[in-house]
């Protein structure tokens, strides 16, 4: 493969937007120079008027450019002209967007009410089963050809009413077709979309936005970085709408969200995103301009230094290598550094917040499934009787007054460090600015680098620092310290998931340590912890891959995933679907261990893997006969 995005290297290092067409969607411009523009989706019944208009108002005065409506069938499809005269009635010309599955006469009806209409490759002619086909050169050709045949009515339609469309590739409803070729990668979800874009392309039709979503947010951004190289391979530019797929709710579905979304908006793709919650939809709209305002600060960022070449695949996951030192490094998850230096070490709570309980056997403080591996004591020398398991980081100059001890290791400047005559013999923690000159590092082996950057474009420094270091050959573990800034709680959480979580996600950071004077600690761990398992670096917690909802949901997805959140969230690594309808639910569930997905009123299939094991059972016996199918396969544990 020809990979012009991984040879241009300056979109790793200084801020510059993908350059893509304009696409016109009602009176609201996509694309270009143009903002990025922000859009929801309708959670109420589409055949329910009122309703619908009174969330899209909602969702409108909220923020939102466009709002997206469900279209099933026919007769929902139609209704949307209804949902856009009352809307047009009450002064609100938003543009709407048809979501379309399974029915191409439903998207040619729609076309010509609305202003797009989207329309996924896997399931709008394609056929999913769930099943392994095996498909000759032929065979795939003829499927091709049927492709084109049911789909151009509908690209014809579109070009002459001015409508434009969404070609939104989904990880979890790719075709058996594309599966028997590319299997369930990245690759197979671009190729499905060029697919259809090429068909597009063919009857000279350009009013196009493509998407690659998923719920998994490495497999996500990996397909949007192919997709751009595939669209420059075939000289297209169309628009990007970003999105993480089923991300679920609360803190995790928002850090999961800023990882996918806010690392790729800081590298400069994306034209229009969505933020998919497991909340009122008017709930996304915050988030999604929390994700969008902070583009702003990296417009005019200090210059980053350039990279002579790039030592890592960005379209292939490899962690880094690195030494192993004590529980840092090699193939050691990465770990958390909880900051307790400005804590009152009188207090046992503190401990507490990051993580740790009294044991009463041992009577040490032992840290859990979520305690911070690292404490960071500064200059404070305390009391505690620590488990041995836990490292202790002290300034250098108070720990070379400490007795002697394997846990207890000194955090250096490169100043102190290279004028100390006393150094740990296992670690010794350096703090450097990202933009360090790499030629003047040490090559101690026993060097775990902290990593902290002045520049406004935190994520690009950062990893630049780190590629640099590859770059070298040398294999010290990196830790990510995030810089104090004065944020919300809310708008920190975003920020450092896109910074922190877009190194991860490449596998570049052996470690993360948060500091803000604005959060407390406690928030400081649950955020670590959460970043690192949206990136999937390191599981600690159940993790809830739970659809936003819209119209074709069968049931109040809200109340069910807290229900099920209520029962299982003390399970350690465990992956559960909750899905409304069956559009993306078995596929969207590859990832995960057990799913629960409505197939019908009151009625839901429970799945293992993306097994149906319990067909059919009343929705008021689902949740209880999921907790037994988890006890059954041996997941369950005690809270």
Known sequence: MNTRFSQEIDRLTRYQRFKTRVVNIGDIPMGGNNPIRIQSMTNTPTMDTEATVAQTMRLVDAGCDYVRITAPSVKEAQNLGVIKAELLKRGYSVPLIADIHFVPKAAEAAAKLVEKVRVNPGNYVDRKRFQEFEYNQMEYQAELDRIRERFSPLVKLCREEGTAMRIGSNHGSLSDRILSHYGDTPMGMVESAMEFVRICADLDFHDLVISMKASNTRIMIQAYRLLVDQMENEGFNYPLHLGVTEAGDGDDARIKSSLGIGSLLRDGLGDTIRVSLTEAPEAEIPVAISLVNAIENLRDHDPIPTLARLPINLFEYHRRDSNKLLTIGGNNVPVVVGDISNQKLTEDSILNSFGYHYDLVSQTWQAGDTGSDILYFASNKHNYKLSENTLELYDSATWETLQAHTNRVPLFNLSSYKSSEKHHDLMNFILVGAAVEIDKLPDDPTIVWVVSSENNHILADERRFILALMNKGKTQPVILRNQNRSQSRDDFLLAVSAEIGGILNDGLADGVWLRSKDVIPADLNDISFGVLQA????????????????????????????????????????????????????????????????????KVSLYRGQMVVRPHIPQSEAVDSLIDLIKSEGFWVNP
Not at 545 to 564: H, N, W
Not at 593 to 601: A, E, K, L, R
């Open 535 to 602: 990136s999937r670096s390191r599981m600690t917690r159940t993790e809830y891959i739970a659809c936003p909802s819209c119209g074709r949901t069968l049931f109040d997805l809200e109340q069910v995933t807290s229900q099920i959140r209520s029962r299982t969230s003390h399970l350690k690594g465990l992956k559960i679907g909750i899905m409304g309808c069956i559009v993306n639910g078995p596929g969207e569930m590859a990832d995960a261990d057990f799913g629960y997905v409505g197939t019908g009123p009151g």
